[in-house]
């Protein structure tokens, strides 16, 4: 079993920044591929950044130069950083390790609001 915990949610106003953490239970997340997807009101679960054990990342192209995934080994832990945040970015954001049938955290709120 993995548990996931993800931190760094919150209330920000457009154009604000913030960053979202993940931290896993075990090691073997060092050699496993990580996404960060999200989740609005009314809308189905999207994928929206992706990065592998070698450092490869991907992006949707509504988040692609405003939002960056990385990864920290040693801490087992994988960040997002959303920077020039809109409206409808808001949503629950939840972490994912694609490892045995797949691991979720239990995500975390991110609001984009004057």
């Known amino acids: 079993q993995v548990q996931l915990v993800e931190s760094g949610g919150g209330l920000v106003q457009p154009g604000g920044s913030l960053r979202l953490s993940c931290a896993a239970s075990?090691?073997?997340?060092?050699?496993?591929?990580m996404g960060w997807y999200r989740q609005a009101p009314g809308k189905q679960r999207e994928l929206v950044a992706v990065?592998?054990?070698?450092?490869?990342?991907t992006y949707t192209d509504s988040v692609r130069g405003r939002f960056t995934i990385s990864r920290d080994n040693g801490k087992n832990t994988v960040y997002l950083q959303m920077n020039s945040l809109k409206p409808e970015d808001t949503a629950v954001y939840y972490c994912y390790l694609n490892f045995q049938s797949g691991y979720w955290g239990q995500g975390t709120q991110v609001t984009v609001s004057s």
């Open positions: 075990r090691s073997i997340f060092s050699i496993h591929t």
């Open positions: 990065i592998t054990n070698g450092g490869r990342t």
